[in-house]
């Protein structure tokens, strides 16, 4: 079975200072990786994924992430937030040649982006 | 997440009383999952269907819920007998064999 850990459940920055969210996984078999941002009372909106190839994967809204796959993790960064960045964010994970595309998701990391 | 349509977006239930949900997924898009978000915690996986077949129900509760994708129309999420802890965002995704899943923006249960 695989799981995920977000470290942090908030994370308050303020506007353009730079944010990294954490995000280890557990998986005994390799992995896809994601991360999905939701906004109040909205679904989830893809951000990035890592399926193979480069381990520094950018994303939309400038968002980018790292794959390390000795530390099991995937941070996510942004050099220089916005309040519109004002949302929880999901890390997943999804299991190579399973049937389907099954997610597995972290716990979430609210962040709020303050004046 | 565009194209996966959910609906009702709100629907207030009391106890004892079924609650529907239903899902139509992106165009193209033949694969249909289901995910439950409670109060303050991510997303569960509940059900994975694919047109009338159900591959991985192995988040569902063993009780009450029951899940379709039938040949022609949406995927439905259907919880019998609701209770207050049933109360949570329903959340439905789609994709083609394979690929990236998009969500719905998500039906939102609460039982009163």
């Known amino acids: 079975a695989q799981s995920v850990t977000q470290l942090d459940s908030q994370v308050p920055v303020f506007e353009e200072a730079p944010v990294e969210l954490r995000c280890n996984y557990s998986?005994?078999?390799?992995?896809?990786l994601f991360w999905y941002v939701q906004y109040p009372n909205q679904g989830l909106q893809l951000l990035l994924k890592?399926?193979?190839?480069?381990?520094l994967v950018k994303g939309i809204n400038g968002f980018e992430a790292e794959f390390n796959k000795s530390q099991t993790s995937f941070h996510l960064r942004k050099p220089s937030v916005h309040i519109s960045d004002t949302a929880e964010y999901f890390c997943?994970?999804?299991?190579?040649?399973?049937?389907?595309?099954?997610?597995?998701f972290g716990g979430g990391t609210r962040v709020l982006v303050k004046p | 997440n565009a194209g996966v349509m959910q609906n009702p977006r709100h629907l207030v239930r009391r106890r004892g009383q079924e609650a529907r949900l239903r899902c139509s997924p992106m165009?193209?898009?033949?694969?249909v999952y289901w995910y439950r978000q409670l109060p303050e915690e991510g997303l569960k996986f509940m059900v994975y269907?694919?047109?009338?077949?159900?591959?991985?129900e192995s988040g569902m509760p063993k009780e009450r819920f029951s899940a379709e994708f039938p040949k022609e129309g949406p995927s439905i999420l259907r919880i019998q007998q609701v209770v207050r802890g049933d109360s949570a965002a329903y959340f439905c995704?789609?994709?083609?064999?394979?690929?990236?899943?998009?969500f719905g923006e998500g039906s939102w249960l609460t039982v009163v």
């Open positions: 995704a789609s994709s083609r064999q394979g690929n990236t899943i998009y």
């Open positions: 998986s005994s078999v390799s992995v896809y």
């Open positions: 890592y399926l193979s190839g480069s381990t």
């Open positions: 997943a994970v999804s299991i190579l040649k399973a049937a389907g595309n099954k997610l597995t």
């Open positions: 165009k193209g898009h033949s694969h």
């Open positions: 269907l694919q047109k009338e077949n159900i591959i991985d």
